[in-house]
Nanobody, 120 residues
């Protein structure tokens, strides 16, 4: 089993910044990739940003240029730095990990989510 623990959410004013963290622990042989998704009330879950173990990144157009995803492979932790935040960034942010729990078994895990609210 793998656990994902997210932190860093909260209430931020428009134009502000925040940094989300997600630490993976448990039976991990290797992490293939990690990502952040978000889901606003009444909306579908959408990819915000993803990163592979080699550091290849991809971003949603809505956050490109004002967000940076990074990974600390030694700590099995992914970070999402978001700047110039907008009210439309308000959502529950969920961490996702694509993990090898053994060298022959690949599994996907989700965190519980952390609320991010952008409001004045």
């Amino acid at each position: 089993q793998v656990q994902l623990v997210e932190s860093g959410g909260g209430l931020v004013q428009p134009g502000g910044s925040l940094r989300l963290s997600c630490a993976a622990s448990g039976t991990i042989s290797m992490i293939n990739s990690m990502a952040w998704y978000r889901q606003a009330p009444g909306e579908q879950r959408e990819l915000v940003a993803g990163i592979s173990v080699r550091g290849i990144t991809n971003y949603a157009d809505s956050v490109k240029g004002r967000s940076t995803i990074s990974i600390d492979n030694a700590k099995n932790t992914v970070y999402l730095q978001m700047n110039s935040l907008k009210p439309e960034d308000t959502a529950v942010y969920l961490c996702y990990a694509d993990v090898l729990t053994s060298w022959t078994k690949r599994e996907a895990y989700w965190g519980q989510g952390t609320q991010v609210t952008i409001s004045s």
